[in-house]
């Protein structure tokens, strides 16, 4: 049962967190009661309770007590243009006054359709989903009939939505356990391999013939929080097309963050098929699964009747809706006719200096970490000894960087930071817009100096 909002603390910044957002307190006092740890989405939970944000424009976003901060959720990634993109808003009013939802196919889906294809490598058809665990869900589903096999391999930490066949070892159960609620039977469809070293798994395939497909996170566990070797996608793309099973790349985050045509396009590696999600949909609700015409033609009436082969069948009430499509369309040609992907990459780069150099500064031994638009920072909550000038992720491993998070500490970071105007996602990190600019940094920077001065205060930075 969640604890009420004014329940005592003993640390300043929770203190002063709680003395900032009392409307947030109230909203959530009300909320506790209605939903489950009062709470609509997991990564939003935050002891004592999370910020309440009213409104939002370009980089920034004001919560209920009219604070603002500079925001680094990016509605969970799905923002590459920023909040309110005058473009994308006006396109989804002006097709929210035309219809929200006809129930049937309409042209703004076949322009959408047109941009995914021109930008994405492997993109030769697409289907629309509502979300990206959707996405994963029939990606999965697709593989498994193409080839007439069963098993799937995933990587340890690596996140392909909530639903049952992707759950165990993505979030927690690291040690192959099973899921409170899911069947054994399913999670023993799948084989969860580690990626320090690709080798174990180019054997696996070597060894075995039951494999339908190997998914993986392009841009490494978390969109990087633990990154892959240099070369390991391109590795698999060699050793799963020489043994006949289907790579397929999970693009959700790096779907046109990572370049316009998302990390297969940067990697140079066209996989079979690809999830996407979040920036696909410009920002409101949807996915797609995309990929060869051989295998998404299992999805069509027609091919299959031709072929003699039991079509894959596909429903959705939302899938490729209007006001998705509307948003979608104005936002992908953005991307395509434009840099925004280049100006989101090249501030977070400078992004993530300042902050390397905020910790150097202050002596804190953690690490800042990151590609594309993305950065992540390592709070070291066993105290090792870390150098933040030189902090390379890959030498710590899964263990150090993702497994053995200490919550609270991340807690107190997120709220230190909010006290200082910047909202952070708890991996701890952030994805960053087109929009952010050198003020956003400068801010940042030294919300950041201010935050880790506070954490030494009440002795939370260990390894000094």
């Known amino acids: 049962m969640a604890m009420p909002a004014d329940a005592p603390t003993n640390s300043t910044i929770v203190a002063d967190y709680r003395a900032r957002t009392q409307a947030s307190a109230a909203l959530f006092e009300r909320a506790r009661h209605l939903f489950p740890s009062g709470i609509t989405h997991d990564t939003r939970y935050l ?10 424009q370009g980089a920034r976003k004001w919560c209920a007590d009219g604070h603002d901060y500079v925001d680094y959720f990016g509605g969970h990634g799905a923002l590459l243009l920023g909040h309110g993109h005058p473009a994308v808003v006006e396109a989804v009013q002006r097709q ?4 929200t939802h006809f129930g049937a196919s309409h042209e703004l889906e076949v322009r959408w359709a047109e941009l995914v294809t021109r930008l994405v490598p492997c993109a030769q058809k697409v289907r629309f989903t509502s979300s990206g665990t959707e996405a994963s869900h029939m990606v999965l589903r697709l593989a498994r009939a193409f080839t007439g096999k069963l098993k799937i391999v995933r990587f340890t930490g690596h996140f392909h939505g909530w639903h049952d066949q992707v759950v165990a070892g993505a979030v927690s159960h690291y040690d192959g356990g099973v899921p409170v609620g899911v069947l054994p039977s399913i999670v023993d469809l799948s084989i969860v391999m580690p990626t320090d070293d690709v080798a174990p798994t180019v054997k696996l395939l070597e060894e075995r013939d ?8 392009a841009s490494g566990a978390s969109w990087g929080q633990v990154p892959l070797p240099p070369g390991f996608i391109a590795v698999l793309r060699e050793a799963t097309a020489r043994r006949g099973v289907l790579l397929i790349l999970d693009e959700v985050i790096t779907g046109f963050r990572w370049s316009p045509g ?13 999830i996407l999600a979040k920036i696909v949909a410009g920002g409101l609700p949807g996915g797609a699964v995309a990929g060869r015409r051989d295998i998404m033609d299992l999805l069509d009436f027609a091919a299959t009747r031709a072929g003699k082969r039991e079509k894959v069948g596909h429903q959705g009430t939302y899938n490729a809706n209007p006001l998705s499509a509307a948003a979608a369309v104005t936002a992908l040609d953005i991307v395509a006719t434009t840099d925004a992907c280049a100006r989101a990459n090249a501030t977070t780069a400078r992004l993530r200096d300042a902050m390397r150099q905020v910790l150097v500064e202050e002596g804190v031994p953690w690490g800042v970490s990151g590609e594309a638009s993305a950065f992540h920072i390592f709070p070291n909550p066993s105290g090792l000894k870390v150098d933040p000038a030189s902090f390379e992720p890959l030498k710590y491993g899964f263990k150090v960087l993702k497994g053995a998070r200490d919550g609270a500490l991340i807690g107190k970071l997120r709220m230190a930071l909010m006290n200082e105007g910047v909202d952070v996602m708890p991996s701890p990190g952030g994805l960053v817009s087109a929009v ?8 940042t920077a030294e919300a950041l100096r201010r935050a880790v001065r506070a954490l030494r205060a009440e002795r939370e930075i260990r390894g000094l």
Not at 47 to 56: F, K, S
Not at 96 to 99: E, H, P
Request: aromatic share 4%; glycine share 10%.
């Open 210 to 217: 039951d494999i339908a497909a190997v998914i993986i996170e």
């Open 436 to 443: 952010h600019d050198g003020r956003d940094i400068d801010h």
């Open 47 to 56: 002891d004592p309770y999370p910020l309440y944000v009213q409104r939002a």
């Open 262 to 274: 998302g990390a297969q396009a940067a990697l140079g590696v066209t996989p079979d098929l690809c």
């Open 96 to 99: 929210a006054a035309i219809g």
